[in-house]
């Protein structure tokens, strides 16, 4: 049998070796609530074992439907019959702690099978229909839900450069920016840049340090977020800033230098499940500094863009860390994105020969651009105007590559006005 576990580190490590010895495997480990959210959507387990606390147990699976060939156990401390039974109208099985490896033992997946059938010898025939009307329409309001953003829902991206003032705040305000204007998709930028006071993104978007009041959240007060509501979009929204720009939020990192120890890389996993339950895209903006916290957000990143500039230094620095930190840190080589940044109107070599020594695929060039960087005036750190020239077009083009096909598009109706005005009247 193949399990899940979900529980605080402590538990899942006592089960571990309890599932193992029982000749049943562990396909994954979930030590945080929301992280336990976004396993259960997964499959591959025919079981799940949680052990959060009462509360946090229950939230988790509210949201959780499970299909009808999945035992659900909950191992709960301070067992009653009330709870056996509050569990069991969400479809899972109650259990003492300390008694998991009885429940997991005893049950044969197989035996409960033939049980079932046995037991819907004479099933119901309306109740059978009514079954598969409920059945349907669930099946009818997710696909709806998910028609737009497909499999893309969820992604989490990083844009990381080993080489400081490469353009990795500008790439990442002006991708996010484009990717919620133009699909429609909640996008988060998290900010983890520590080695500034204040926040470089939370001042892309009119908050400084000086004479102003720092943006209503930064990532260290996630520590003392519960849990148990990472799917309060009320509570939840409270943790993040919105933007003047659409769908657009974020979070800063540590307003003063000095936190950054509190930004630790369980800090991150833990803000990164949650919203994950509430935005579509999410977005690192990275320091080149690479810390255990940055690794962790590279880690659980889908995409790193890694951003380079085109001149020889950038390109030997980029090529050291394909080539030799990229090993030590052991990340998938596959997950990189090769963005080139800045790139001028000529240059001695080709773009291609570049990439090359890099070791990855190119994956887009963006060109340097003077108004990029241009005196700023005005509190927002994106200049819009930019959308029609190359450079903006290339970041268009970079969003639409990272997306799956399709999710950005200009809003444009496909049938021409007069067939349009026909189809309303019934004509055609
Ligand atoms: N395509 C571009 N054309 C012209 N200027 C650019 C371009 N991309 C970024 N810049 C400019 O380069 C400078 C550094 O960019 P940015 O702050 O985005 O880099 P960074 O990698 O985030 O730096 P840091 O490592 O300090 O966080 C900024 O002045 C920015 O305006
Ligand atoms: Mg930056």
Same mark, same amino acid.
């Given at each position: 049998?193949?399990?899940?576990?979900?529980?605080?580190?402590? &538990?899942?490590?006592?089960?571990?070796?309890?599932?193992?010895?029982?000749?049943?495997?562990?396909?994954?480990?979930?030590?945080?609530?929301?992280?336990?959210?976004? &396993?259960?959507?997964?499959?591959?387990?025919?079981?799940?074992?949680?052990?959060?606390?009462?509360?946090?147990?229950?939230?988790?699976?509210?949201?959780?439907?499970?299909?009808?060939?999945?035992?659900?156990?909950?191992?709960?401390?301070?067992?009653?019959?009330?709870?056996?039974?509050?569990?069991?109208?969400?479809?899972?099985?109650?259990?003492?702690?300390?008694?998991?490896?009885?429940?997991?033992?005893?049950?044969?997946?197989?035996?409960?099978?033939?049980?079932?059938?046995?037991?819907?010898?004479?099933?119901?025939?309306?109740?059978?229909?009514?079954?598969?009307?409920?059945?349907?329409?669930?099946?009818?309001?997710?696909?709806?839900?998910?028609?737009?953003?497909?499999?893309?829902?969820?992604?989490?991206?990083?844009?990381?450069?080993?080489?400081?003032?490469?353009?990795?705040?500008?790439?990442?305000?002006?991708?996010?920016?484009?990717?919620?204007?133009?699909?429609?998709?909640?996008?988060?930028?998290?900010?983890?840049?520590?080695?500034?006071?204040?926040?470089?993104?939370?001042?892309?978007?009119?908050?400084?340090?000086?004479?102003?009041?720092?943006?209503?959240?930064?990532?260290?007060?996630?520590?003392?977020?519960?849990?148990?509501?990472?799917?309060?979009?009320?509570?939840?929204?409270?943790?993040?800033?919105?933007?003047?720009?659409?769908?657009?939020?974020?979070?800063?990192?540590?307003?003063?230098?000095?936190?950054?120890?509190?930004?630790?890389?369980?800090?991150?996993?833990?803000?990164?499940?949650?919203?994950?339950?509430?935005?579509?895209?999410?977005?690192?903006?990275?320091?080149?500094?690479?810390?255990?916290?940055?690794?962790?957000?590279?880690?659980?990143?889908?995409?790193?863009?890694?951003?380079?500039?085109?001149?020889?230094?950038?390109?030997?620095?980029?090529?050291?860390?394909?080539?030799?930190?990229?090993?030590?840190?052991?990340?998938?080589?596959?997950?990189?994105?090769?963005? &080139?940044?800045?790139?001028?109107?000529?240059?001695?070599?080709?773009?291609?020969?570049?990439?090359?020594?890099?070791?990855?695929?190119? &994956?887009?060039?963006?060109?340097?651009?003077?108004?990029?960087?241009?005196?700023?005036?005005?509190?927002?750190?994106?200049?819009?105007?930019?959308?029609?020239?190359?450079?903006?077009?290339?970041?268009?083009?970079?969003?639409?590559?990272?997306?799956?096909?399709?999710?950005?598009?200009?809003?444009?109706?496909?049938?021409?006005?007069?067939?349009?005005?026909?189809?309303?009247?019934?004509?055609?």
């Amino acid at each position: 049998m193949n399990i899940l576990l979900c529980g605080e580190s402590v &538990f899942v490590e006592e089960l571990t070796s309890i599932i193992t010895e029982n000749n049943h495997n562990v396909v994954a480990i979930a030590t945080s609530v929301a992280q336990s959210a976004d &396993f259960l959507k997964t499959s591959g387990y025919d079981a799940v074992l949680i052990g959060f606390n009462e509360e946090e147990s229950y939230a988790l699976l509210q949201d959780f439907k499970p299909d009808n060939h999945i035992r659900v156990w909950v191992s709960i401390i301070d067992f009653n019959l009330n709870i056996w039974k509050k569990f069991a109208t969400l479809g899972a099985i109650a259990i003492s702690r300390g008694t998991e490896s009885e429940s997991i033992s005893k049950y044969k997946p197989s035996e409960l099978n033939t049980v079932s059938s046995k037991t819907s010898i004479n099933p119901d025939p309306e109740m059978e229909q009514i079954k598969k009307t409920d059945r349907k329409v669930r099946q009818e309001r997710l696909e709806a839900k998910t028609a737009k953003v497909g499999v893309l829902k969820n992604r989490v991206f990083s844009v990381y450069s080993p080489k400081g003032g490469a353009g990795k705040t500008t790439v990442t305000t002006y991708l996010a920016n484009i990717i919620g204007k133009h699909s429609g998709l909640k996008v988060c930028i998290i900010d983890l840049d520590h080695t500034r006071e204040g926040s470089d993104i939370a001042r892309k978007f009119g908050y400084f340090l000086v004479n102003d009041s720092p943006p209503n959240n930064v990532i260290t007060n996630w520590a003392t977020f519960p849990e148990r509501d990472y799917r309060s979009w009320d509570k939840v929204s409270q943790y993040v800033t919105e933007t003047s720009l659409n769908n657009l939020y974020f979070l800063s990192s540590p307003w003063n230098v000095e936190d950054v120890e509190f930004m630790t890389g369980d800090l991150i996993e833990k803000v990164t499940h949650i919203l994950k339950q509430h935005f579509d895209i999410i977005i690192f903006d990275m320091s080149d500094d690479l810390r255990d916290n940055n690794t962790k957000a590279l880690e659980i990143s889908d995409n790193i863009l890694f951003v380079t500039g085109a001149d020889l230094d950038q390109i030997d620095i980029s090529s050291g860390f394909t080539q030799r930190t990229v090993r030590k840190l052991n990340l998938p080589i596959e997950k990189f994105r090769l963005v &080139f940044n800045k790139v001028p109107n000529k240059i001695p070599y080709t773009l291609e020969e570049s990439a090359q020594k890099i070791g990855l695929p190119q &994956f887009a060039s963006i060109p340097y651009d003077p108004e990029v960087e241009k005196y700023r005036t005005t509190k927002l750190g994106i200049n819009e105007d930019l959308s029609k020239t190359p450079f903006g077009f290339a970041v268009y083009r970079l969003a639409q590559e990272i997306l799956p096909e399709g999710a950005i598009t200009k809003k444009h109706n496909k049938r021409p006005w007069f067939l349009r005005l026909f189809k309303r009247k019934g004509v055609v």
